[in-house]
């Protein structure tokens, strides 16, 4: 299988990209920058900002170039803001919350679904958030720009039912990356989310076993 991951230089991103091409897949992967160390052998590294729509149109057509074809797609690029109740949120975060965690997602769909739907089969799993249905105060926003991806997702999936291609969600909560540890220094990680779990998941999804599961929102809600 020919596997696109969107966010591929992030923590989780980087461990689906290491869980897939562990498993046997060709991986490509974006993101807005690469380190050296993260262009291993074998792995297709792509630069772009999928806030643009014909960046992502071209980064799937750069894509599809390199492996040659598109399979599956697990879109991980996300952000994350909260703190402020809703009447005191600034408008540039919400508006960050929706560029990064829904409009990425839009976009790449877009760029993707004609792929999919000329081959007559695909895979999209987006990474979504437990906070998209518990709405827990002080995200708002991010909560918001989840539950839109959320949605998008879903339509996506009633819309090609049948079809051969499927698309859902992984919605987990606090994951174990070095970027969470930096922000949250005082909180034990002990019953954080191992992103290897979450990957494994999203393996499974692109899986044969998986052919008949679309449309769903998978919760990973950690050990405590």
Not at 119 to 132: C, D, E, S, T
Not at 146 to 174: C, D, M, Q, W
Request: hydrophobic share 50%; proline share 5%.
């Amino acid at each position: 299988m020919n596997v696109l991951i969107s966010g591929a230089s992030g923590g989780l991103g980087g461990v689906m990209a290491c869980a897939f091409m562990g498993a046997g897949h060709r991986v490509a992967g974006i993101a807005r920058s690469w380190k050296a160390e993260q262009q291993a052998e074998g792995f297709f590294a792509i630069s772009a900002d999928l806030g643009n729509a014909e960046a992502a149109k071209e980064a799937v057509a750069e894509a599809r170039a390199a492996l040659g074809s598109v399979d599956a797609v697990i879109h991980t690029v996300g952000g994350f803001f909260g703190g402020p109740a809703l009447g005191e949120m600034p408008l540039g975060e919400a508006q960050r919350m929706m560029d990064m965690n829904y409009w990425s997602a839009f976009h790449l769909v877009q760029a993707v679904a004609p792929v999919f739907a000329a081959a007559g089969q695909g895979r999209f799993v987006a990474i979504g958030a437990l906070a998209a249905g518990t709405q827990p105060p002080g995200l708002a926003a991010y909560a918001a720009s989840k539950a839109a991806l959320r949605a998008l997702v879903f339509g996506y999936a009633h819309e090609t039912k049948g079809s051969g291609i499927t698309a859902n969600l992984i919605s987990p909560g606090t994951m174990d990356t070095s970027a969470n540890r930096s922000a949250m220094p005082s909180v034990d990680p002990g019953t954080w989310i191992p992103p290897k779990h979450v990957a494994s998941l999203a393996l499974w999804l692109c899986g044969p076993e998986a052919a008949s599961v679309t449309g769903q929102d998978f919760a990973v809600t950690g050990r405590d």
